[in-house]
T-cell receptor, first 117, second 110 residues
């Protein structure tokens, strides 16, 4: 299994500002993902963070709002830009198995709880 | 449309009792089904992964069943403990991403 850490664990931000969330993995992984979990809801995939190229965004999510960096195989960042109260959620980093098919197993970070006032 | 539905939405049981959580899915093609446990304020942790050919799989006090014909799965928790209080999420991979159920929120009371 992979050990994933996220920073910050939680934050309270003002509307209109931006927050960058960091995800660090203890081993090199091919697949890294960013999810959002709104209050009382299940997880929604924001994007797949690709190493060395632009992230692949899901429908409803755009790069200008959620820019993602993936400088190497163990680290990624997600920025929530120009925040509004609707962005208040838990943001989770996830990595896929490095053996076999990409979706054989996924491991999740502890999440970043964001509150936007 | 690929969907994963779970029931009940929430459940309260007394410590030491058993309970069963349900998951119905319409994801096709089907390869495997996963149950995750998500403690409050934490990320989901995998409990079990079941492939098409598996009917039952246990992980300690957790036993998952799968009926690929009816597209149903269940997660049975035996002799519940206070630490079992969490959200339990059923997940089925689709062609290029995971389809998440909305989860069952379990509260185990002393």
């Amino acid at each position: 299994s992979a050990v994933i850490s996220q920073k910050p664990s939680r934050d309270i931000c003002q509307r209109g500002t931006s927050l960058t969330i960091q995800c660090q993995v203890d081993s090199q992984v091919t697949m890294m993902f960013w999810y959002r979990q709104q209050p009382g809801q299940s997880l929604t995939l924001i994007a797949t963070a690709n190493q060395g190229s632009e992230a692949t965004y899901e429908s409803g999510f755009v790069i200008d709002k959620f820019p993602i960096s993936r400088p190497n195989l163990t680290f990624s960042t997600l920025t929530v830009s120009n925040m509004s109260p609707e962005d208040s959620s838990i943001y989770l980093c996830s990595v896929g198995s490095t053996s076999g098919a990409a979706y054989n197993e996924q491991f999740f970070g502890p999440g970043t709880r964001l509150t936007v006032l | 449309k690929n969907q994963v539905e779970q029931s009940p939405q929430s459940l309260i049981i007394l410590e030491g009792k058993n309970c069963t959580l349900q998951c119905n899915y319409t994801v096709s093609p089907f390869s495997n089904l996963r149950w995750y446990k998500q403690d409050t304020g934490r990320g989901p942790v995998s409990l079990t992964i079941m492939t098409f050919s598996e009917n039952t799989k246990s992980n300690g006090r957790y036993t998952a069943t799968l009926d690929a014909d009816t597209k149903q799965s269940s997660l049975h928790i035996t002799a519940s403990q206070l630490s079992d209080s969490a959200s339990y999420i059923c997940v089925v991979p689709s062609t290029n991403k995971l389809i998440f159920g909305t989860g069952t929120l379990l509260a185990v009371q002393p």
